[in-house]
């Protein structure tokens, strides 16, 4: 179980890099005047450039996240590794679940 | 004699970790907001008008420094595990310096496009 977790955590860490540094860049360029709905939305509705883009950093983010998690509750807060791997199972199907249907809402789909 | 853990691979590692903990912690908010664009547009436009205030504002500069920082950190982590070691003694302490600075610099952008 360790080490396809590790190496899942590396490559997903791989993945999102780039992401990251592109998220960084998109929000020093987005925040500058204030934000409304409409205005992120005219930016990101129908993009087939961003939909794709922020999907496949969701899954990333679903993947890294609960390992990195599990981790912690498992040397910090003394949690057995099963009740930490189940938590950490949940969480991230949650993360997949509620970051999808972020980018369906902000890419226009389901609208 | 000097604590094991008062040195800066130490910090990094706290600073990575913790950092990872609050982006873990913040993300389920951050994609409830951006649901909102789905079916309740009018809720999601009132959350970014509280999210112009100060204190708010605040708060998102910390979480974008705390994703630099993660970013940075862990760069550096991938650099350790996967690349080869010139010397034994070439943690790439240097790297936590430059990373640091580099999300500083990131703070340093967002507060002045904010302001």
Redesign the interface.
């Known amino acids: 179980m360790e080490q396809p977790l590790f190496a899942l955590q590396?490559l997903s860490?791989?993945v999102m890099?780039p992401f990251?540094?592109v998220?960084?860049a998109v929000?020093?360029y987005a925040?500058?005047g204030?934000?409304?709905?409409?205005e992120?939305?005219s930016r990101t509705q129908g993009s087939w450039l961003w939909i794709p883009f922020y999907s496949l950093f969701v899954v990333s983010?679903a993947v890294h996240?609960p390992i990195?998690?599990r981790n912690?509750l498992i040397e910090w807060a003394r949690l057995s590794r099963g009740a930490s791997s189940v938590f950490c199972l949940l969480f991230g199907l949650?993360?997949l679940w509620?970051?999808l249907?972020?980018?369906?809402?902000?890419g226009g789909f389901?609208? | 004699m000097k604590s094991p853990r008062n040195h800066r691979a130490y910090w990094a590692f706290l600073g990575h970790r913790l950092s990872g903990l609050a982006l873990g912690i913040f993300l389920p908010a951050h994609f409830y907001v951006l649901g909102l664009a789905l079916d309740q547009r009018a809720r999601m436009d009132a959350f970014l008008k509280f999210a112009d205030m100060g204190a708010v504002k605040f708060g998102e500069w910390g979480l974008v420094l705390l994703l630099s920082i993660h970013m940075c950190f862990g760069l550096r982590l991938l650099a350790l595990e996967l690349l080869p070691w010139s010397s034994i003694r070439d943690a790439r302490l240097s790297w936590i310096s430059w990373g640091g600075a580099l999300s500083l610099f990131v703070g340093v952008i967002f507060a002045l496009g904010v302001i």
Do not use: K, P, Q
């Not at chain 1, 249907?101 to 902000?106: D, P």
């Open positions: 590396r860490a791989m890099a990251v540094l998220h960084l929000i020093l925040v500058r204030g934000l409304t709905a409409a992120i939305l983010v996240v990195g998690l912690i949650l993360l509620m970051g249907r972020a980018v369906a809402a902000v389901l609208s």
